[in-house]
């Protein structure tokens, strides 16, 4: 007879507990966030390539005008932006911008070859990255600038990759 009350007080106690997760805790946000606690070891020369090669991807989309352009844009949380040689719709950001779109400027006046680049801007905690933008013909107009924030870099690369 005693087991039978003990039986039954179990029962009732374990009917009682509820799972935690039936109350719209979301398993996939809270293993996410797990992942992106976690500690990442990356150089800072790890850290610019992968940048610049993030970045060569992003134009090559943008200027396909790929869908899958927007999802890199959204999930690093930056904003791609354009700055033509001609016009006055330049507004920067950092006085580098200003700087590569002249050197980029000057160095088609003078036939000399243009490559993107990085700029790693400290006190801001962003990486730039720069590349030369180019319209339907080919010919280079002006720069696209991308601005990666740095804390959304680490903790989107996959340490794998780099090694």
Not at 38 to 65: A, D, M, P, R, Y
Not at 118 to 124: A, G, L
Not at 155 to 160: P, S
Request: charged fraction near 30%.
């Amino acid at each position: 007879m005693q087991r039978y009350i003990y039986f039954s007080f179990l029962l009732i106690f374990l009917g009682a507990c509820e799972d935690p997760f039936e109350n719209g805790y979301d398993r996939k946000a809270i293993a996410q966030e797990v992942k992106n606690r976690k500690i990442k070891k990356i150089s800072e020369g790890q850290l610019l390539e992968f940048t610049q090669t993030l970045g060569n991807q992003l134009v090559v989309l943008l200027e396909k005008n790929d869908a899958k352009a927007q999802e890199l844009l959204q999930k690093y949380e930056t904003k791609a932006n354009f700055f033509l040689f001609k016009g006055e719709n330049k507004k920067f950001v950092f006085s580098k911008e200003k700087e590569i779109l002249e050197a980029y400027q000057y160095n088609i006046e003078k036939g000399l070859p243009i490559e993107s680049n990085i700029q790693n801007i400290v006190k801001e905690q962003i990486i730039v990255f720069n590349a030369p933008y180019q319209d339907k013909n080919g010919k280079v107009v002006g720069m696209w600038s991308i601005h990666f924030p740095r804390s959304q870099v680490v903790k989107n690369v996959d340490a794998k990759i780099l090694k």
